[in-house]
């Protein structure tokens, strides 16, 4: 008994160690109005010295020289600039706290095929990382479960408020799925041995395969004799993607990888999204003509292949762009969710290698809300839309910019965090 207590106390000391403090913030009580700053819609044009109104969470006009209710609050921004809230097209912020530590690291289910699992409710709105995000302005992220071929459901959240379902703006908003690497054949002195050939593509899609032909069984019988057929959980969960209602995330690089998920969506009809996507280049037409978004995984990365040049990685949004291929960028990387706060630089350099800076701003606001289907409510400062947007006193691509104040749903956030707390410690030891 006593050693249970004791596991349990350290267990809660553990949990306090690594929860914000930051409280979220309260419902938006009056208008409020921020005037003469520079104003980044980004679904229109850039308004010099513009305002912005909203009540009640939402965005109610924009313009210059707003009139505006007597009691609204006011924001003087001269010199400053406005923008929506940034949007991270992936990331595990909330499901990992330090990739190092097995305990604080929630992003996989045993077993191949999870559809049924939500990352939504894995989301830890205490997480560390969170505040440090938003202090850059990242307001929003795409979570996603990994591992196995079908990894779960992932979520659009928003990174302020007290639980998992107060942040969740869009709980299943895409099928996350790994798709697998296909490997060639062994060559011999001679070239392939067929005999020493690795498995097929259905091989190693086999599980896929067989996955698609019981939801559709399982939704026919849904269908015809709703009462008598029990619910499955996991083809359950897979019926909104075969009815084209929810897209398939699909981590592919290889040129390969990208080929065959194009054709597994062909072939069952599915709406596809790939993330990665670093060889799309080399069949670009075929993603063109299929109509399939791409998720660039981080412009801070080395190249996929031995061959590929080494600024790949910086100019594969600016090749998207002119190719004409919807893409959004994200923060995934080696640094994992303590890396998101740097989402605004990975959208700097793809703009220093060919982007213009209003195309790279519109990759971590619009464009993404656009792939996963909240366009209708964020990624731009538009009327209608929520409140969700951040005050800068300068360009938010460039890395001495600092985020003045930032709101959600019209709700201002705090912008303190473990790195604030700790600038802040040590000004005071050297001031002592």
């Not at 849904?222 to 499955?232: F, H, L, M, V």
Request: aromatic share 6%; with cysteine.
């Amino acid at each position: 008994m006593k050693t249970i207590t004791l596991l349990t106390s350290w267990a809660l000391l553990a949990s306090s160690l690594i929860a914000s403090d930051q409280i979220p913030g309260g419902p938006q009580k009056r208008p409020i109005i921020i005037r003469n700053a520079t104003v980044h819609t980004v679904s229109g044009e850039t308004i010099q010295n513009g305002c912005v109104l909203f009540k009640d969470g939402k965005i109610t006009e924009i313009g210059v020289n707003l009139s505006f209710p007597g009691d609204a609050e006011t924001i003087e921004a001269k010199g400053q600039h406005v923008y929506p809230g940034l949007m991270d097209s992936y990331s595990h912020i909330g499901l990992v706290e330090i990739d190092s530590i097995k305990a604080s690291v929630d992003t996989t289910e045993i077993g191949s095929l999870n559809p049924n699992v939500r990352a939504a409710v894995a989301f830890n709105p205490d997480s560390e990382a969170i505040p440090v995000a938003r202090a850059n302005g990242v307001l929003i992220s795409v979570i996603a479960p990994n591992g196995g071929l079908i990894s779960g459901r992932a979520a659009v959240m928003v990174l302020d408020g007290w639980t998992w379902e107060g942040m969740t703006l869009l709980p299943d908003a895409a099928m996350a799925a790994s798709w697998p690497r296909f490997a060639t054949a062994p060559r011999g002195r001679r070239g392939g041995d067929a005999e020493s050939a690795p498995a097929t593509d259905n091989d190693r899609l086999g599980p896929l395969h067989d996955l698609m032909r019981e939801v559709k069984a399982y939704g026919l019988a849904r269908t015809k004799a709703p009462k008598e057929q029990p619910i499955d959980l996991r083809l359950e969960a897979m019926l909104p993607v075969v009815e084209r209602k929810t897209p398939m995330l699909v981590q592919a690089n290889t040129t390969k990888q990208i080929q065959t998920a194009i054709a597994f969506s062909k072939q069952y009809n599915l709406k596809l999204i790939l993330m990665g996507g670093a060889d799309t280049m080399q069949c670009a037409n075929l993603v063109k003509e299929a109509k399939v978004s791409v998720v660039v995984a981080s412009v801070y990365r080395l190249p996929s292949r031995r061959d590929a040049a080494y600024d790949a990685a910086y100019t594969l949004p600016a090749q998207l762009h002119e190719a004409g291929i919807p893409f959004s960028i994200a923060s995934d990387g080696r640094f994992g969710a303590s890396g998101v706060r740097n989402l605004p630089y990975h959208a700097a350099t793809a703009a220093a290698f060919g982007l213009t800076e209003e195309q790279a701003l519109r990759s971590i606001t619009l464009s993404p809300a656009e792939i996963f289907g909240v366009s209708d409510r964020i990624g731009s400062i538009t009327v209608g839309k929520d409140a969700t947007l951040i005050l800068t006193d300068g360009n938010i691509l460039e890395t001495p910019t600092q985020v003045l104040k930032a709101f959600v749903q019209g709700r201002q956030v705090d912008l303190s965090s473990k790195h604030t707390q700790l600038n802040d410690k040590y000004k005071a030891k050297y001031a002592q």
